[in-house]
């Protein structure tokens, strides 16, 4: 197969003949270009570790290099690849690459690439079932299909549930969707039954390493911004929210006059990968008739890992579950993956009925129609991606992916552990490493070396900003490893500590890769400590 | 290139040799695999109209074919792709068909494939500058491309706005994203004033042929659903909303203590693509300092041709503005363009600033971070196959799919006026036409015939039933086209009448495509008059 490089691209813009008669979708100009990007494709992920990590280019570079306005005339693929090579590429942060160790990954996979081909290429608009009845069925049985490989209780699945009235999952693009629209569906019910006057007075819970999302979602759906509780946790429960301040929270709130309505339990927290105690949360959740939603956008996919299942124990006491199978699922972005129990709850919040959609399949309400599951009326074919994935590789190479990478984080942690100038800041539980260099390490230079790299600016510092002086040392530390490119990781800060966050799940991340990591890090820090 | 057909598949599934050390992105897999799945759609693509357009498939029908469960062991992509074609195809309507006439084209092409592909292969999550500053800028580059070919006002647009302050543009997922967002924007400006316990009294306005994005987007963000209002419009102004009914539905709302807050006018409605005058309505909304956001999901494209720019005319006036590439501008689902005067009051709605995505380049203030811009905080790189579609085609090609569209849809109108049984029930706007059989070609059938066929279902009828007759039989005419799946059109609603609603778009459709969907019809109409 013919690569970019060979196809001996002219470097002058060639004009693209101006035909009238061209079609935008002529299946032999779909087949040839089609082959093209392949291959542009497939040398991208041969190449990609020789790519900085990190996008190295300044603010408005691409500006400066493409035309103010659209072209008049056509042209032709073989350019576009060229610029995409050229000006693209450059400003593109590698999350396909093995060195990718930020934020959490976006796990690509060849599968979850074929399915949104199949997808992109039948292009159906699937906002109900009539408009194409595959695309709402095959959705219904890959979510019954994961559900099942999560253990989820049958309350939240299709299947079993021929009746009606049972539970469902649904593919929603991201878990801020996810949660606005059973903050929606959660504040309807309440609202019903209180008086819409009562808006003003309902209250959103999650704790203080909750994701961000909550609070955007929730103040989108006309949660008044004060209630919006981010309960504090602490380093010694591992900024897992405790049940009891939960309680107590609710009750302040219930004494002020305000209604508490939903809570979002995490599993696997952003900063840290810390796991609120889903079971106990539900049990106070549950007393007082809040909403339930437990948001395992990352950690969720290790679950279908039995050793790792215990994470969301408790999981029956919620009214939905959330995870992205686009972070850890090789599922290429966006895959977010909502189990309701009451979907009809959702249902009344979001449907609509216009006479324009109305057909005889919807109205015998035998079949799903999926707009009403969701903010948006178009949706793509997201199910056919999952399916792609759950069959190509199966339960069984699937777990073996997770593991490799649990097990790849624990050697980093190994290796993070036997450097004495060196902490593992919290308990890891996934693949995700948070570590700092100690403060002690640092103090070890002398006051004159520590104001003169800058990770100091005074030399009358006290035992008490010994912590301060590691943060700025830890920040320059990510800082100038993120800048060389060899390597990109990302930061969180928890009790004041900054802590570096080291998460492996780039699809083509190997041992060697890990181990060529820490000895970046390692450099780096002798460097600094230099 | 070999076909699927040729590719020799064994009947039998063969277990995929389960190796532990498989690579779920290997670029050898990849490039295997990526190049059987081209040709499959390009097969798809020149096989398309052999299929019946609207799927004729049963409720539950799949789940009848596929296992209860994931497989354990992966399976080879031979194995799907013979599923693929087996099971999904057939549960697929085909919305890439010349024949497909129904709702709104879906309008794929080779370069909208393309650029999906590209940003699917990347797998970017671009959520602020950083995280992929090629996504982001793109974004902002071909928004501006776009803006000056709709001639949109210098205020919409990025350029020329070095300074900040100024506006622009974003791509969002679909229409009602673009209008929660913006809703959510005027909302909070309005209760900065206001006061937060004041979130009862907005109201939101549209017309009655309005999509019902509206209203859901208007209820999702907290709008009292008593509060939002569907402006009765009339056959005899073309179903456009006039200025003076917004006027004095204000004026009443006003009166009654309630506080005007958004308007939605739309260019295109769903139903007959009717356009709402954009200037005059600006002017009265501005008067009560009421967010304009301009609908012109379907429409909007047709106005990077100057003769159709007109019916944007006014959009000064608005402050948003916004088209879904994905419908009729060959940029796969999903490419909402959306563009803003003030983002920042977008901004301040919807803005997150967590710790563990903060970084040098947002804390410039010198990029745009996307995330704030829009619900979701991960996003795809959909500037990508936006890009593409501009560049491959560039502007002179892209009006000529348009025209050609428009052409081919006054062509079938022709033939509908042509044949006297049948009547255009509304002016054509674009490539749009609303048609139906006339109760005066109807009720040429005897009494018996009527009552026999099930067109009517009493001899008692009196003149005034007359319509309800012709609604009946086609209703009846549509459902029989439909199903016997040659082509596939839908229907609406307006003032009592059901219209057959003829939407050219495809990107595959050409001249005898349509002229057979006219013998289609006519052909079903001689057997059911007879």
Redesign the interface.
């Known amino acids: 197969?013919g690569s970019l490089s060979s196809m001996n691209i002219e470097p002058a813009r060639k004009s693209?003949p101006?035909v009238?008669n061209?079609?935008?979708?002529?299946?032999?100009?779909?087949?040839r270009?089609?082959?093209m990007?392949?291959?542009?494709?497939?040398?991208?992920?041969?190449n990609i570790d020789k790519y900085p990590v990190?996008?190295q280019?300044e603010?408005?570079?691409?500006?400066k290099l493409?035309p103010?306005?659209?072209?008049?005339?056509?042209?032709p693929?073989e350019a576009?690849l060229e610029d995409?090579q050229k000006?693209?590429?450059?400003?593109?942060?590698?999350?396909?690459s093995p060195n990718y160790f930020a934020?959490f990954p976006?796990?690509?996979?060849?599968?979850?690439?074929?399915g949104?081909?199949?997808s992109?290429?039948?292009?159906?608009?699937g906002f109900n079932?009539?408009?194409?009845?595959?695309?709402t069925?095959?959705e219904?049985?890959?979510m019954?299909?994961?559900g099942?490989?999560l253990d989820l209780p049958q309350a939240f699945l299709f299947?079993g549930n021929c009746g009606g009235g049972g539970g469902g999952g649904v593919i929603q693009?991201?878990t801020?969707?996810a949660m606005?629209c059973t903050i929606?569906a959660a504040?309807d019910q309440m609202l019903t039954k209180i008086g819409?006057?009562n808006?003003?007075k309902l209250v959103v819970y999650g704790s203080d390493q909750t994701?961000?999302?909550l609070?955007?979602?929730a103040?989108?759906?006309?949660?008044?911004p004060q209630n919006i509780r981010a309960i504090r946790t602490k380093m010694e429960t591992s900024f897992g929210l405790s049940p009891e301040s939960l309680r107590s929270t609710i009750i302040k709130d219930i004494n002020e006059g305000l209604i508490p309505l939903y809570l979002c339990a995490t599993v696997g927290t952003?900063?840290t990968t810390a796991v609120d105690p889903v079971g106990p949360l539900c049990n106070v959740a549950n007393e007082y008739g809040i909403w339930v939603h437990v948001d395992a956008a990352y950690a969720g996919s290790a679950c279908i890992c039995p050793e790792f299942r215990h994470f969301i124990n408790g999981v029956e006491g919620a009214n939905s579950f959330s995870l992205?199978a686009?972070k850890w699922l090789?599922t290429?972005?966006?895959c977010c993956c909502l189990w309701l129990k009451d979907p009809t709850s959702l249902i009344k919040?979001?449907s609509?009925?216009?006479?324009?959609l109305k057909n005889?399949?919807s109205d015998?309400k035998?079949?799903v129609d999926y707009k009403d599951w969701q903010?948006?009326?178009?949706r793509?074919f997201r199910a056919?991606k999952l399916w792609?994935v759950?069959?190509?590789?199966?339960?069984?190479?699937l777990r073996?992916?997770l593991r490799?990478h649990v097990k790849m984080a624990k050697h980093f942690e190994e290796l993070v552990c036997s450097d004495s100038r060196f902490e593992v800041v919290v308990p890891r539980y996934f693949a995700m490493v948070c570590f700092r260099v100690l403060p002690s390490a640092i103090l070890k230079l002398s006051k004159t070396k520590l104001i003169n790299h800058h990770y100091y600016y005074s030399i009358n510092y006290e035992n008490n900003e010994m912590d301060a002086i590691a943060n700025e040392f830890n920040r320059k530390l990510l800082e100038r490893i993120n800048a060389a490119g060899e390597i990109y990781m990302?930061?969180?800060?928890v009790e004041g500590i900054y802590v570096i966050?080291f998460a492996i799940g780039a699809?083509?991340t190997?041992e060697k890769h890990v181990i060529m990591a820490w000895k970046v890090v390692q450099h780096m820090v002798d460097t600094m400590l230099n």
């Not at 061209?22 to 087949?31: A, G, M, Q, T």
């Not at 603010?59 to 500006?63: D, F, H, T, V």
């Not at 992109?120 to 608009?125: H, T």
């Not at 103040?219 to 008044?224: H, Y």
Request: proline share 4%.
């Open positions: 197969m693209f101006n009238v061209i079609n935008p979708l002529d299946p032999e100009e779909f087949r270009q089609g082959h990007i392949i291959d542009f494709l497939a040398d991208y992920y041969q990190l996008s280019v603010p408005g570079y691409l500006r493409l103010m306005s659209a072209p008049n005339v056509g042209e693929v576009i995409v000006h693209i590429i450059p400003g593109i942060t590698h999350w396909q934020y976006s796990s690509g996979s060849v599968a979850g690439f074929l949104e081909m199949l992109s290429g039948f292009n159906v608009v079932w009539i408009s194409s009845p595959a695309a069925e095959l219904s049985i890959v019954d299909w994961l099942k490989l299947a693009g991201t801020c969707e606005l929606t504040r819409r006057h808006i003003e994701h961000c999302a609070a955007k979602a103040k989108i759906s006309g949660i008044a952003t900063t992205n686009h090789f290429t972005l966006d919040s979001l609509t009925n216009p006479e324009y005889k399949a015998s035998q079949v903010i948006t009326l178009s793509r056919m792609l759950l069959r190509s590789y199966g339960a069984a190479n073996n992916f490799n990302s930061h969180g800060m966050r699809s083509l190997e």
